[in-house]
């Protein structure tokens, strides 16, 4: 069985490479904590020659998000916080919000909640051109990535104080589930909550554990050559091209950044994210070394869909048909309207430079990292294609 998921695998990843829709790969595959398929396929670089390597570093931008949603539940574990926590007790600039009305500025009526920011209901943007809101937060990352080498870069703190001030809210908090930099804000409340700056937070209560000892917010420089080339797709070139970094205020992650970003900073490894995300299977433990990290009842909650059916009518997303969303992850609710052979309950996420996972909820664990550096990759036939083989064994 093993040895014919392994070729079904190949198969699928180098008719990827054959349509030149990635370089190379490298996919995990687990079932019960023990790996099924652990490969990598074709080329790191295109360019420079460079094979893919299982130990290749990724930028996981928004497979950040899962590692902050674990180490806030560990937080409330703890006591630190609550869900329930207005976050203008961490990040005072959050007081009074006002909201973008089609142009017009008005005042919140309710305050923005830790759980808001963990759902995707709070307001908060990504940058864009499409309103007030999501201009003011594309001026603020321009000014992000203008002050990242200067002497006076932009802090995670500055960063959520910032937006606090400066951005209006897109729409009334809890109104609707929208994509955006709420997962930025968590991390800076985090910071606040614990005393400690994230990247050292995350280490401490998360990397070291699970032995994660590539997984971090920069690279060190003797690590650095094992950094895969990051692509994106060229219309006109019908052709991959070399995407040149930085994104969505990240460095090129050659020195330690001033700005963790909690929803898109870490780079990290097939054999880190797969520990992470074995440890999920595993309803939060991670058996191979006897590590837990959060309880079963914390699990649960963390892996439970928690947006209200009005919410959910703002997910548009063609890659989320079938899902509901809730603490950075999304969860699978109508596997027959995603056309897949996962279970009910399935979660995971995925990054804007290609990388991809998902968990069983079931006794089987299964669970599959994917690990590409192509922007948007993450939501082509490829993945739809291993997702299938994981589950079909």
């Not at 089609?102 to 920011?117: H, K, M, S, W, Y």
């Not at 999920?280 to 191979?288: C, E, P, V």
Request: some cysteine; glycine content about 6%.
């Amino acid at each position: 069985m093993t040895f014919d998921l392994q070729t079904r695998i190949e198969n699928i990843l180098e008719r990827g490479v054959r349509e030149n829709k990635i370089p190379g790969a490298c996919v995990s595959i687990s079932r019960g904590q023990k790996e099924l398929v652990y490969m990598a396929y074709d080329m790191a670089d295109k360019e420079r020659k460079i094979p893919m390597q299982t130990d290749s570093l990724f930028r996981i931008f928004s497979m950040t998000k899962p590692v902050t949603a674990v180490a806030t539940m560990m937080l409330w574990e703890q006591g630190v916080l609550q869900l329930d926590d207005p976050i203008s007790w961490y990040i005072p600039s959050f007081q009074k919000k006002q909201v973008d009305h089609n142009g017009t500025l008005v005042p919140a009526n309710r305050e923005i909640l830790i759980q808001d920011l963990l759902n995707m209901t709070s307001g908060i943007p990504y940058p864009d051109c499409w309103s007030l809101s999501q201009k003011a937060m594309g001026a603020f990352y321009d000014e992000i990535n203008n002050r990242w080498q200067t002497e006076h870069p932009v802090t995670t703190q500055e960063f959520a104080s910032r937006v606090g001030s400066d951005v209006p809210l897109l729409f009334q908090p809890g109104e609707k589930w929208f994509y955006g930099a709420s997962a930025d804000i968590l991390g800076a409340v985090l910071e606040r909550a614990a005393d400690k700056p994230l990247d050292a937070l995350f280490r401490e209560m998360i990397f070291e554990p699970l032995d994660m000892q590539d997984t971090d917010f920069y690279i060190p420089k003797e690590k650095q050559s094992r950094l895969a080339q990051l692509y994106i797709w060229d219309n006109q070139k019908n052709d991959l091209r070399v995407e040149p970094d930085p994104h969505l205020g990240m460095t090129d992650y050659r020195k330690k950044p001033a700005f963790f970003s909690g929803g898109a900073g870490l780079v990290s490894t097939l054999r880190d994210y797969t520990n992470f995300s074995n440890m999920l299977a595993g309803k939060g433990q991670l058996r191979k070394s006897g590590v837990r990290l959060i309880s079963e009842h914390t699990w649960r909650y963390l892996t439970s869909p928690q947006l209200t059916s009005t919410q959910k009518k703002s997910i548009d997303w063609p890659q989320l048909s079938g899902y509901s969303y809730g603490n950075l992850l999304r969860v699978l609710e109508e596997p027959q309207v995603f056309f897949t052979n996962a279970p009910k309950g399935e979660f995971g996420w995925d990054g804007w430079t290609g990388p991809y996972f998902c968990v069983s909820p079931c006794d089987d664990e299964t669970v599959m990292v994917y690990l590409i550096q192509v922007c948007d990759g993450s939501t082509s036939d490829i993945m739809r294609r291993l997702r299938t083989a994981a589950f079909g064994i």
